[in-house]
């Protein structure tokens, strides 16, 4: 209290306002005149000290005081930090600002929050495999709960890259191939981070990244070359952006990669023409880690040219570059930038910590009693398991071999088995994973008294020690210093035992997530080796994938009769596991990301355009297609089992001609016809026949889960207007055109039923 007084008599105690001080009008009167004020005693170099976000590693509060960073935030020289955890060392830190720094302006504190925090929700990429908007927006709540109790008031998420290629490691942190389902998780997680207001201390900023294209590197490999069309661009990329942008984002990141040349920190087109007048974006853009100093190495520049670029592009704050800190000052004298280019972002800068609250209130994150009430709290962590169960997808599952009955003896067997640090999956800065189980406690738990866990691990993660080094960073090790043959012995003993084996295997955590580009997708070679081997036992095998990504399954689908996919499903993951294990929960989950049959199919996604010699389903001399494997996936986008069976009805449209300020009715009945109750994820397509540009094959525009007792059915319907039918010209306009559209309904994107209209 005492120190909100000093520090608010300061700043009102303004008496006049500096020349060029970017006077604002957000529609927020007060929130103007009190950064009018602020700004008006600021000096310069405070200023660029709010565009400035230096890396702090994990600072403890002695060393706060006294550490070069301590002595920047007195100087007025941060803006804020990041991936500091323990809401008592942000109060220090936070202290440091406002009783040590002239004007008293507090710290915003972010951090990867990124798919929850001590309670770890699924990755992204499983999580919207559950198409389950409201779940979503619940991870993301209870993330920034937890987070902001813990002294965070900004996440770094959501991460809405459209990703075609499974071999950028980054698939694991998005939402997959398409920007509808993008788009609604991204409006969903803004809502679940930022809540109504961010004048709630339960909330957090969201900032949405990597902007823009990140998802989209050549063969695959992170932060290599983008390149593509305005108009792939606008119809295939930016729509989630757009989305988080207009659910009231506070921040966005810029990407590491070049936007039609031009690397995006730098891109004015980008982050001013699209970002900020096309969008109406109007909070702050923060680079990505480095990103101005790495515009060196793409060839534009010295760090003082490359920083003025980036600042005159619309960046704001530099994380970690010391571009803006180091070079603005010089650059300023040397009218390479304005005055007003740098009170332009001081100000955007000044108005999230003002919406934030900070200003009333700088310890506002800072309550030390909150994290042992809110933080992993039993509650919380039921909700995520709830959540976790839904984003398995179930890829196959012959002669009904699941659910397992909880009887007899099980051999667990695989290197995920038995491991607790590799189950919340990449980017889980702030995970507690020794307060996780491993799935082989779990599955002790899930059967205790009724059944025997046999366990062996039976192989490493794959023959390469090295590469398994680089694939289990970050205290996630898991090597075994037996032989591949002595794991592989004990684990064929084991399996003779057992009535059934449960084999888990597939990647480790950090296998994906930032800088784990893979050129194979396939299982790793000792564990594929371990599976054929465990196959002539004759025993029934489920394979339990952990994946951060879509891999190539051939052999698996070929020759097991059980594969669920099970992505990396966070703190609660392996009682979530158990739960549709057993049956006591229906997998519902559906991809969104399409798994190819070989990396060579790659870039590979359900929404492409047609070529000229669309492919037939064998090879055939001079069409589109491959001599060695056909175009399809092997699992679509869209797919995904259940332990019940839905059957589909006849599509019927309520007309066969609307205008464009009309609407069509798509109606389906769904039944559920199989024996347990269950839900099903029902999709709409529409195919845009004639257009001034090529239009893609098909196009997801709507879906709903519904929730079926066995026997039960129900009409699903859609509402097709010319919204759902608009798209980005060559002139970038977004229009609809006059003409035949197909309407396709289904269970996933190939097996689908169609209709047709005419919009006149
Ligand atoms: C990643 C971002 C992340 C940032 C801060 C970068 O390496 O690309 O996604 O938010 O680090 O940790």
Known sequence: MKLKKIFMAAAVAATALTACQSKSSSGDAEMDRYIDDLMGQMTLHEKIGQLNLPVTGDIVTGQAKSSNIAEKIKAGEVGGLFNLKGVEKIREVQRVAVEESRLHIPLIFGMDVIHGYETVFPIPLALSCSWDMEAIEKSAQIAAREASADGICWTFSPMVDICRDPRWGRQSEGSGEDPFLGSAIARAMVKGYQGENLQDSATIMACVKHFALYGAPEAGRDYNTVDMSRVSMFNGYFAPYKAAVEAGAGSVMSSFNVVDGIPATGNKWLMTDVLRDMWGFNGFVVTDYTAILEMIDHGMGDLQQVSALSLKAGTDMDMVADGFVGTLEKSLEEGKVTEEDINKACRRILEAKYKLGLFADPYKYCNVERPKKEVFSAENRAIAREIAAETFVLLKNEDNLLPLQRKGRIALIGPLADTKANMPGTWSVAAVSDRYKSLLEGMKDAVAGKAEVLYAKGSNLCYDATLEA????????????????????????????????????????????????????????????????????????????????????????????????????????????????????????????????????????????????????????????????????????????????????????????????????????????????????????????????????????GFERVSLKKGESRDVTFEITADLLKFYNSNIDYVCEPGEFQVMVGGDSRNVQTAGFTLE
């Open 470 to 701: 680089n694939a289990t960073m970050f205290g996630r090790e898991m090597r075994d210093p037996r032989s591949a043959e002595a794991l592989r012995a004990e684990a064929l003993r084991v399996a003779q035992r057992a009535d059934v084996i449960v084999f888990a295997g597939g990647e480790s955590s950090e296998f994906s997530g930032e800088c784990s580009s893979r050129s194979n997708l396939d299982l790793p070679d000792a564990q594929l080796d371990l599976l054929k081997a465990l196959k002539k036992t004759g025993k029934p095998i489920v394979m339990l994938n952990f994946a951060g990504r879509a891999t190539v399954m051939n052999w698996e689908n070929e020759n097991l009769p059980a594969i669920l996919q099970v992505w990396f499903g966070g703190s609660e993951a392996a009682d979530a596991i158990c739960d549709v294990l057993f049956g006591d929960k229906v997998p519902s989950g559906k991809l969104t990301a399409s798994f190819p049959k070989a990396v060579g199919q790659l870039p590979l996604y359900y929404n492409h355009l047609n070529t000229g010699r669309p492919a037939e389903k064998w090879f055939s001399k001079f069409r589109s297609n491959y001599l060695d494997v056909d175009n399809d996936p092997l699992f679509p986008f869209g797919y995904g089992l259940s332990y019940t069976t839905f059957t589909y009805g006849d599509l019927t449209l309520d007309a066969t001609s609307m205008t464009e300020s009309g609407k069509i009715t798509a109606t389906v009945k769904v039944t559920n016809n199989g024996n347990y109750d269950g839900t099903e994820v029902v999709q709409l397509y529409i195919r845009d026949m004639v257009g001034s540009i090529s239009r893609p094959v098909k196009e997801l525009k």
